[in-house]
């Protein structure tokens, strides 16, 4: 069984019955669950082996490099001058309206994706594939591009209110994704016997359910705050000020970044904050299946005519909203924009080298991820804890200070790799990481840890454990990681635009181009095209079933 503990009043009930009925069993699944925890304990207290540990502090070391340009940066002109910039009355203003935002934003992306997960992993509505792959389509769609779609209709809607809706959005996938991946993976053993006792649907949602959806309705959750907090495309189009927008026009109205920097080690501490408290959220629980016998799909729950016609209309609502009337703006454009002369050429050379980038920074950002989820999962205590912050310091910058940090470390001490295409995919991996890590995380949280400890009191050594074992279970993470950062790097705009190498374009920044002189009918072919290629995993993502 899949259970938290401690556990929710209604699940104890649950299994002080089950214990109840089973005699001398109930002994003998004592002495089992004190023998399970003693392995537990044993495993968390081993030393961490090399194999693990020395590609894990590399990673964090990795993603700590934006972090020492900015230190450095932001100190460049003396302490009293950063300190001057962080108290100043304008910062407490972005303070305020970047906080409103994103928790506006992680609060309606909890109700779509929970909602949407929900219904369509445990309810009996119609078409629940349909819907799931439709769930996870806005990922295709760029947060720029949803806001032109619904600025262009509704030109009232600019500001905090068109930024909010925006971003909810285009941002509600990293919720659905993960709390439909564990509804689909928990045993439904819990459930069906709350429901056996007596206890309605809301009642069995709120104390059974919920509680083994935290963890990934938290950490989409934390993902949502870090991409709201870095986002630049959205808040610029919407006319809303933010830190990322602030800090950007700093970098381009002026050679001194020392202001920006230190507006940008803000957002650092913000992020170590959100990082801290989602932890703090995860606690010491347990998730994963330890109970004998194979997986088993839940008992779909079975609407009545209003509920599923509720259901329904919520469902096709919500895409809509999020994808069929983005997509429908753009193909308007394309069809009765007077300023659409774009040829085919540069639109496959900028596919191309759009799917090659994403796909080279999607590998590197995985294999970075990799050890540092391990270590997280199987290994708690404070190397791991640095670790995993460390690993978190450059998804909630924006991408134009993480790409102006690699050119400054490549210019000083590794001039070859400057306006490079390698530099350009390190920095994807050190803004995307965070997206790769919480995918693999959430994977090895459902894997029972007892095989990784029978494989080694069989004579495995540490690298053959994780190869054989750790590795095989951790699979469907490391590709849901894989493909959820291969999509957000072909939306990437403001890094790529500054360290694409030259004569190299890729869709976003064509896009971008012809949208800032205002030719959106040219720039429609480019972002129909970058959502179509996106969609392809996004489709995927939606689709996968066990």
């Not at 590609?55 to 972090?67: D, E, I, N, Y």
């Not at 509920?307 to 703006?329: E, I, Q, Y």
Request: charged share 15%.
């Amino acid at each position: 069984m899949i259970a938290p503990r401690p556990t929710p009043p209604s699940t104890a009930s649950v299994n002080s019955g089950t214990a109840g009925n089973s005699g001398t069993g109930g002994d003998a699944g004592a002495g089992a669950d004190r023998t399970s925890g003693s392995v537990r304990r044993a495993v968390r207290g081993r030393r961490i082996p090399p194999v693990l540990a020395v590609p894990a502090a590399l990673t964090g070391a990795f993603a700590l490099l934006p972090l020492v340009y900015l230190v450095i940066r932001a100190l460049e002109r003396g302490p009293a001058f950063a300190w001057g910039v962080v108290s100043a009355d304008r910062t407490a203003g972005l303070l305020g309206n970047s906080l409103r935002l994103t928790v506006v934003v992680v609060v309606a992306t909890w109700v779509l994706g929970v909602s949407l997960a929900w219904l369509t992993e445990r309810t009996a509505l119609p078409a629940a594939r349909l819907w799931a792959v439709l769930a996870t389509l806005p990922l295709a769609v760029p947060s720029y591009v949803m806001s032109f779609s619904w600025l262009s209709a509704f030109p009232g809607i600019s500001g905090f209110t068109g930024a909010a809706v925006a971003l909810s959005l285009a941002c509600f996938p990293y919720v659905y994704l993960p709390v439909a991946a564990v509804l689909r993976g928990a045993d439904p053993a819990l459930e069906e016997a709350a429901r056996s006792l007596g206890h309605g649907p809301w009642r069995t949602f709120r104390s059974v359910t919920l509680p083994q959806l935290r963890p990934a309705a938290v950490g989409g959750g934390l993902l949502v705050a870090l991409y709201v907090m870095s986002d630049f495309g959205a808040v610029s189009l919407m006319r809303y000020d933010t830190f990322t927008r602030a800090i950007h026009t700093s970098y381009r109205a002026s050679f001194d970044r020392t202001p920006a920097a230190a507006l940008g080690c803000v957002l650092v501490l913000i992020t170590v904050a959100l990082v801290v408290a989602e932890r703090r959220t995860r606690g010491r629980a347990r998730y994963d299946r330890t109970g004998r016998g194979s997986a088993r799909p839940a008992q779909r729950m079975p609407l009545g005519r209003a509920a599923r016609t509720a259901a329904l209309g919520w469902s096709a609502a919500v895409a809509l909203a999020a994808v069929a009337f983005p997509v429908g703006t753009l193909c308007y454009w394309i069809a009765v924009g007077n300023s659409a002369t774009w040829a085919p050429g540069p639109l496959w050379e900028a596919a191309v080298a759009t799917v090659g980038v994403a796909a080279a920074g999607a590998v590197v950002t995985v294999l970075l991820a990799v050890p540092v989820a391990v270590l997280s999962v199987r290994h708690r205590g404070p190397l791991a804890r640095t670790l995993e912050h460390a690993s978190f310091a450059g998804h909630a910058l924006p991408g134009i200070t993480v790409a102006l940090a690699f050119v400054f470390l490549a210019v000083r001490y590794a001039e070859p790799l400057y306006q490079q295409w390698p530099l350009l995919v390190l920095a994807y991996a050190a803004l995307f990481l965070p997206l790769a890590l919480t995918g693999v995380r959430a994977a090895l949280l459902q894997a029972p840890e007892s095989l990784e400890e029978a494989a080694r009191s069989l004579g495995r050594g540490p690298f053959a454990t994780l190869r054989e074992v750790t590795l095989p279970l951790a699979a469907p993470g490391i590709a849901a990681g894989a493909a959820l950062t291969f999509v957000v790097i072909m939306k990437e705009l403001p890094a790529t635009l500054l360290l694409r190498p030259t004569g190299m374009d890729t869709l976003a920044t064509r896009l971008w181009t012809h949208t800032d002189n205002f030719a959106f009918a040219a720039a429609a072919p480019y972002a129909l095209t970058l959502v179509l290629i996106a969609a392809v995993p996004s489709y995927l993502l939606g689709r996968h079933r066990p």
